[in-house]
């Protein structure tokens, strides 16, 4: 893609049409082509979509685009990571959506994020840290938490007893995002929630590698 002359508008379609039309490899195989700092407001802009497809796609090709962008520029990854965060700030005067979500991803491609900035993810579930109450948003740390503790399990490992109040919640979407997470932590084959959570059949709609799909509870805690 020739982007040298395009405006922020004409990016913003650009990217639109690859994430909508085109297979995930193939959209992040040309957006990684671009410059990251031309791909990364664009992308953010997409958090707010109504488009479930769009919205957790830019989700995903924010994490390879920041990855590339630690490579070389360390420091501007780090300012992604503190915009995000500060989205999800009150005081931003914002809501933050897919925000977590985007956090998750980043750290499950790149080590380097995950080392500094896990901690961050892991308090947004932690009652005494920065908890986040909104059930939307709610879902979208656990679901970062999810991403971030398949790829690199040791980064997460002290969220186990903050995540454990949470396999009993009357949300079925909370309740399975969390059993998703603990699942992939050290020692949660003997964890008694998590094994009365193999049983549990109710649906919940899952997004992972670029696609759509519904999962039953008791296979996320597998």
Not at 19 to 46: G, M
Not at 106 to 131: H, R, T, W
Not at 185 to 208: C, H, K, M, Q
């Amino acid at each position: 893609m020739n982007t040298s002359s395009l405006s922020g508008r004409q990016m913003k379609t650009s990217l639109r049409e690859l994430l909508l039309h085109e297979t995930l490899d193939a959209a992040l195989s040309e957006i990684l082509q671009i410059p990251p700092k031309k791909v990364v407001n664009p992308l953010i802009s997409f958090f707010c979509s109504s488009e479930p497809l769009l919205y957790w796609r830019s989700i995903s090709a924010i994490g390879a685009v920041v990855t590339l962008m630690a490579g070389h520029d360390l420091e501007s990854a780090r300012v992604v990571m503190r915009r995000l965060m500060w989205q999800l700030n009150e005081e931003s005067g914002g809501i933050g959506w897919g925000c977590p979500e985007a956090m998750g991803e980043i750290m499950a491609c790149c080590d380097q994020m995950a080392k500094e900035y896990a901690c961050i993810l892991v308090s947004f579930i932690n009652p005494d840290g920065s908890f986040i109450e909104h059930p939307v948003l709610q879902q979208g740390v656990l679901w970062g938490l999810g991403r971030l503790a398949h790829a690199r399990p040791e980064r997460v490992v002290n969220a186990s007893d903050f995540l454990t109040p949470l396999l009993s919640d009357a949300n079925p979407v909370i309740r399975g995002l969390s059993a998703w997470v603990v699942a992939a932590l050290p020692g949660s084959a003997t964890n008694p929630l998590l094994i009365r959570l193999s049983d549990d059949n109710e649906l919940v709609p899952f997004y992972i590698n670029g696609s759509f799909c519904s999962r039953t509870i008791s296979s996320l805690t597998q």
